[in-house]
């Protein structure tokens, strides 16, 4: 099954303005209700994949991998810690498949009994 087909099928709904389209974003709506407004998730032309729910927390769907950094302090003593860098997905397909996927297993099966 293509990726329309899929899309088509979940009742998923394009909701891209203008200027998303402009910049190489691309909004889909879900027919799922979450405190009252459907949830909308989004591809960035970045690479990036994100949960478009709220203005000013729209939290990254990304895989996360480990790396480590280093601070160095001004006395010359050096600190290692630990942090998560998002994976990238460049190619726009990879990006629904992904997100599509993300979607079913987080949003349609887990909640289930909240789809419209």
Known sequence: MNIKETIQLLGIQDVTTPR???N???TW????????????VASFKS??????NCGYSNYQ???CKMSK?????PNGRLHEFDTKERILIPREQDRLEYLISYCL???YIKQANELQ
């Open 20 to 22: 998303q389209k402009k």
């Open 24 to 26: 190489g974003t691309v």
């Open 29 to 40: 709506k879900l027919p799922i209700k979450r405190w009252g407004k459907f949830i909308e």
């Open 47 to 52: 690479g990036y994949v994100r949960n478009n």
């Open 61 to 63: 769907l990304n895989k």
């Open 69 to 73: 950094r280093y601070y160095k302090y």
């Open 105 to 107: 297993k987080n949003y």
